[in-house]
């Protein structure tokens, strides 16, 4: 609350907050329901809006209570929510179209084909990857703004190595996925030296744009966003601060200026803003994550002044933060956020009706009950058991609870004027007790409760499930020709500069099916689309919720990849009914008992990886930089079209992590053995119209003793119920893991 406090006294427009679920900051110390609507009076009254996250992956079983919730979120003043599952979305665009719908940042949205995926699902506002450049940035903004959508970007807080959405480091190291708000930050964990020295080669300085003002205006974006769901209330008045003077100075003169020093004397790693501007270079990390004021300001005065030393600046800085801290309670203290004094005066005799007058601050009126009141002793005298809920001061404080949630406290109950032991019936008593809460709070338009949808099951599959192969050489072509299952080809994230030879490709083996990335940033999703218009494939399997939109428009049947983070229902169906899709992957996050709950869509195929390197997360940044070192600086279009360098670190814990670059992709890391879960085919029999092994060459742990085409043929035997298949399999594959399958998500 204190932080909230902070930002409305700063100057913020809009403050996000979470509740204690359904929200990517689980260990942020989030406000409660009963708080929600003291937030929402004190943040309009200062014309600051309020939106709720909800931006995490929702399981089956959690839709039931989120449901509960929207129930009540919609019928406040509440200003929006943030979202980042797609069966939410779904629901949230049929049933509550009163509550503004933002896309999060965790859908990692870099794309046109995404804004008008987003579109169809009625959201307004999008916050873009944290990764994009001014320029792909204006370039989405154009498109969005053409159908009424609203852009907001991270301009100030922490940088992520991976994208977000995409990444399962934390989730795979110690089952706590960021896709749950449970992110462990292991990015910032403390690794064995590498052969560059570094301590902490996944490390990166704080993200800043407080310099770029003027470039973020010129691309259109609508809202700048600070992170401060993790930070103390100075922390955010001050960064907030910051920014409102900044803009307003450029609001009344049109110029920017350069005076940051405010936000280096709160928490920070140091700042960069090289992926706003393109320049994505080595000086982007920082070999330690933590707080780097006193070093800042000691260069500073080491180079205006001279050494004076460190602990100094480090004496003078906690000097300067306790002021802040003071500065910051005074204005916090000016709010006004004491609940309204409540008074109800009571009055009625046996046979009357009950007579109610209220005074809420300068607001009074009267109300009157519809049956009329009866003494205690009759009614305890003709039921089994003695009714509690009398007329007395204890009974009618339970009853007004509901008001003095919201923004009331109840000072005087006045029962002078009532026949002592009388009652009235709870559903009447409860009834009175919101007419009084819709006199006193100005409540929006009354929505009716919301049940949530009943999901048809569609028939169990009585037929063995299909195997399909993912290959990414044209090498692997040949090894696959005499098998029977279906061969994935992987295009890559950058193909702007091999749309030519791809398509010759597919053309020449027409066999294939195009499996596409997760990330198809700017031109290279635009060579994607005319890929799929110069082809026309039968089908694609796409991970990029863009492309997948655009497969639809074409007529051109997809399927909903891994990386889109299938894990309910309601995701299928809204892919299904909305997006014309055929079918999708189930994420590898979810446990035998999470997938055990999803209700297949009828016509709707569902398909399981079995097989695969397990990627931790995907960056726009080089890797390797602060492991072995690279003679280049910064990382560009020739390192992602021809990089394929390897490299190791190994954390304190002794968890050991591949760098792996490939040709066209972007730098990636992978988990030290691949996931290989056989245990579904029997455990899950009829769920499944297919399962995929990833024949992608990561150098790991993981051993394979035997050759491709044996490989696969000994998967096919599996499926189709070889009894002695899953032994073999066991013993020819060596160095695997599958603890995601058992801890869930």
Known sequence: MESIKAAIVAGADAVYCGLGHFNARNRATNIEIGDLNQVLHLAHAHQCKVFLTINILIIENEFKSLINLLNKLVNTTLDGVIVQDLGLFHLLAIHFKGLEVHASTQLTTHNAGQIQFLDQLAVK???????????????????????????????????????????????????????????????????QPTAKGMSYPLNLKDNSSFNDLALLAQAGVDSLKIEGRMKKFHYVYTVVNSWRKLLDNFYATGQTHSDDHSIYRVFNRTFSNGFLTGDINKNMFIDNPRDSSALHFSEKNSQSQGDNGHKEVSRDLHDARTGIIEDVRREIATLNSEKVPLRIKLSGREGERLQIEVVAGEKAFQLRSKGKLVTLESVAATTEKPKPNGLDHDSLRTRFATIDEVRFQLHDLDLKGLQPHLFLPYKEMTSIAKKMLSHVVDQPKKHVAVKLPRLERAQAIDTPAKLAVLISSTEQIAQCDHSTATIYYQVPCCLQNNVTKLVELFRQHKQLVPWFPALLIGDHYHAAVEFLRQVQPEQIVSNNSGLGYAASQLGIAWIAGPHLNCINSYSLLCLKERFHCAGAFISNELSRK????????EGFDLYYSIYHPLMLLTSRQCLVHQIEGCEKSRIDDDCLQNCTRLATITNEKNDILVV???????????????????????????????????????????????????????????????????QELEQVVQQTTNSQYFQGI
């Open 125 to 191: 506002r999008v916050n873009l990857c944290r990764e994009l450049n001014v320029e792909e940035i204006k370039a989405l903004v154009d498109v969005g703004h053409q159908r009424g959508i609203a852009f907001e970007v991270f301009v100030h807080g922490s940088y992520c190595i991976g994208f977000s959405g995409i990444c399962y480091l934390s989730s795979v190291l110690d089952g706590k996925s960021g896709n749950r708000g449970r992110c462990s930050q292991h990015c910032r964990d403390a690794f």
């Open 594 to 601: 999470q997938i055990s709950l999803i209700s297949r869509p």
């Open 660 to 726: 792996h670059n490939s040709q066209g992709g972007y730098p990636s890391l992978y988990h030290s053995r691949h996931f290989f879960n056989s245990n579904i085919v029997t455990d899950l029999p009829t769920v499944f119209s297919g399962f995929l092994i990833d024949l992608a060459d990561v150098d790991n742990e993981s051993t394979v003793a035997v050759d491709q085409a044996q490989f696969i043929d000994l998967f096919n035997k599996l499926l189709v119920g070889d009894s002695g298949a899953q």
